[in-house]
């Protein structure tokens, strides 16, 4: 005897969200059999209900016949970037077993072949963004931006012959700077093995495309200050210790360099002086290699912008500044790369 849909809402109501129970022995000792699509009581055999929908994924799919466990039959989503209507996607089928013409990609291959060119590029320099953006770290609301940023571009006159792979990387850095997410172009050069020649002529051509649109644009360089925050999150200083750090980079800037130097190279000198002159609380003491190895330049870099804003250090910290008891020391030592090109010699 099966109940209808309104019995079997009052029956829900009725048992206060605890679960189903029997309208007869007043068990909760349910059994639920989604092959035949009812619900039962353990104790004395009443049905409850019947027609129940299973709502989880298909029985019959594809991917199961060829020995996954994968229940899914329908892909993953797709790029809405791409302006593409519904269609069906084509795998390339497994390797061995039977020569069919499905298990051979046959059918992968002539989709692949139907599809445009422009629509090939837009997904390989979607791919290369997430990529690159992952490997970096970025949140997803700036891959996002540079998915659309990349659609703009990829097909004008100066960036059209260029590789997917350098326009992504120069899209992902004018967002980037675009939206104060501070990363250099050193750690872009990095991460896509690309030289700053190439990322830069890609960079500028999305900059004239920019102001011929009238937009505002983000400055070409970064600034210490900018990138202050996550090389003091990466050797694990406090806020207050970032604050300072970046305080102390302006002022070094304004005041005691001279002539043109790397953001993270500044960066890097400005964090071991503050490391040098303050009592900065971490787990382990921060040293030159550490300060080195965690922005990417090289130590004799480190020890050449300590060196030159450690005359004027009084003057690029703020009032009310605690220092340790000890001055710290300028640093007279030679730099590994210059002695092991002295023995050389």
């Given at each position: ?12 109501k ?7 129970f ?6 909760r ?8 699509g ?33 229940r ?13 209507s519904?269609?069906?996607s084509f795998?390339?089928?497994?390797k061995?077993?039977?020569m ?15 599809v445009?060119?422009?629509q090939r ?7 290369e963004?997430n ?23 990829r097909f ?10 350098t326009?992504a ?23 896509s ?10 960079y ?8 011929g649109l009238?937009?505002?644009t983000?400055?070409v360089t ?17 806020f207050?210790?970032?604050t ?9 800037i ?13 960066a ?12 900065i609380?971490t ?5 030159l ?39 710290p020391k ?16």
């Amino acid at each position: 005897m099966s109940l209808n849909q309104d019995k079997i809402n009052q029956l829900w109501k009725k048992s206060r969200g605890q679960g189903w129970f029997c309208t007869r022995c007043n068990s909760r000792d349910i059994i639920q059999d989604m092959e035949k699509g009812i619900k039962s009581c353990r104790s004395c055999g009443h049905v409850i209900a019947t027609s129940i929908i299973f709502e989880g994924a298909e029985y019959r799919q594809f991917k199961v016949e060829h020995g996954s466990q994968d229940r899914s039959r329908v892909g993953g989503s797709n790029e809405m970037d791409l302006n593409v209507s519904l269609s069906t996607s084509f795998a390339s089928g497994g390797k061995g077993g039977g020569m069919t013409y499905y298990q051979d990609g046959g059918l992968g291959k002539a989709q692949q072949r139907s599809v445009s060119s422009k629509q090939r590029n837009l997904t390989k320099g979607y791919s290369e963004i997430n990529t690159i953006g992952k490997t970096m770290g970025l949140p997803d609301r700036i891959r996002e931006k540079a998915k659309y940023l990349f659609k703009d571009v990829r097909f004008l006159d100066k960036i059209k012959r260029k590789k997917s792979k350098t326009v992504a990387t120069a899209v992902i850095s004018y967002v980037c700077r675009e939206a104060g997410v501070g990363r250099s172009m050193r750690e872009m050069c990095a991460v896509s093995g690309l030289s700053r020649k190439e990322i830069g002529k890609v960079y500028r051509a999305i900059l004239s495309y920019k102001k011929g649109l009238g937009q505002k644009t983000p400055s070409v360089t970064l600034s210490a200050p900018q990138l202050m925050v996550r090389f003091c999150e990466t050797l694990g200083m406090s806020f207050p210790e970032q604050t300072l750090c970046e305080k102390v980079a302006q002022a070094a800037i304004d005041k005691a360099i001279e002539g043109s130097r790397h953001a993270d190279s500044i960066a890097a000198g400005v964090i071991f002086l503050v490391v040098q002159m303050c009592n900065i609380q971490t787990k382990k003491p921060i040293r030159l290699s550490d300060i080195a190895d965690a922005i990417g330049v090289a130590e004799s870099t480190v020890r050449d912008i300590y060196n030159e804003i450690y005359p004027k250090r009084l003057e690029l910290f703020p009032k009310n500044t605690e220092f340790k008891d000890k001055d710290p020391k300028q640093l007279t030592g030679k730099s590994k790369s210059k002695s092991k090109s002295k023995s050389k010699k």
